[in-house]
């Protein structure tokens, strides 16, 4: 499986971003599929997951409110959306996936090369 991010950019704050992941191979309807992102120094930070097969989200307290993510199985997509963008955004954002490990959090097996945000004040 190979995973490509697109759809990063230069974005104003109070704006919106959609970015892309699309899933070359096949993606199992029992997998999870999550979106990252990794500010300059700092630590990679979970944003949310799909259940492929279901639908089902989750995300983080962080963005949770601002944050869409959703999937086209039959485009092999899974979507991010954020709205009401801060310069605190600004990141490289990735996708992944993976068979649930039990945690929203790690385990995926699978990472995209990442798309670059940056959201300007």
């Known amino acids: 499986v190979q995973l490509q991010a697109s759809g990063g950019g230069l974005v104003q704050a109070g704006g919106s971003l959609r970015l892309s992941c699309a899933a070359s191979g096949r993606i199992f309807s029992s997998w999870i599929m999550g979106w990252f992102r990794q500010a300059p120094g700092k630590e990679r930070e979970f944003i949310g997951r799909i259940r492929w097969g279901a639908g089902q989200t989750y995300y983080a307290d962080s963005v949770k409110g601002r944050s869409t993510i959703s999937r086209v199985n039959a485009k092999n997509t899974v979507d991010l959306q954020m709205t009401s963008l801060k310069p605190e955004d600004t990141a490289v954002y990735y996708c992944?996936?993976?068979?649930?490990?039990?945690?929203?959090?790690?385990?995926?097996?699978?990472w995209g090369q990442g798309t670059l945000v940056t959201v300007s004040s």
């Open positions: 992944a996936a993976g068979p649930d490990s039990g945690s929203p959090y790690s385990g995926y097996k699978y």
